[in-house]
């Protein structure tokens, strides 16, 4: 649709408290970084524009050696980073009509899911959309909210996410089929790294 853009938040600024280092830098086999994986997904046309948040610097790096935009802050709460995110989007993408927010920790959320969600979220052509990635019903992340929602997302009290939002208008959200249920799965334990390790061995 043309002049209607749609941007890309990819928010990697968490903390891993459960994992016991950056989870984001851990390896899942001997060259591919789970972050990778995050900024492989989201490498499409799709998207008019993406940027990366996060707090940290080896993050931030990465994405300068990629030519990603990337903005490092030392704020501590969620909301700030998806504040941040739609904040810089809409300084740098013109007709912004809609915004994906995708998490850094999902090593298998797939390029054609992202597509998909853009192209429906496209097709309902509202700026009061929500599109949701989920697997036999349940929802998960990402999630693509509509213009109508950018003063929201850049307002979220703190302490809160984008669940905040979802919360609100649960009437607007349009769940988008994932082809399988692991591009849902996160990693926030050692042994999550472990079950992604063994599930990404068998996919080669």
Known sequence: MEGKNIGC???ASGISRRFGSNKLLAHLDNNTLIFDKVLEATDTPSFANRVVITRHK???EICNEKNVR???HCYPNQNETIRLGITILLKHTPNLFGCLYTVSDQPFLTKKSLETMVKTFKEIN???AICRLSYNGIPGNPVLYGSEY????ATIPSGFGGGYILKKYPEKITLIP???EMELFDIDTP???QKAVEYNSRLH
């Open 178 to 180: 994932a082809e399988n």
């Open 9 to 11: 938040v990819i928010m």
């Open 191 to 193: 042994t999550d790294l």
């Open 126 to 128: 509202s700026p009061d």
């Open 58 to 60: 080896e993050i931030k």
């Open 70 to 72: 990337a903005f490092c």
């Open 150 to 153: 950018f003063s929201e997302l």
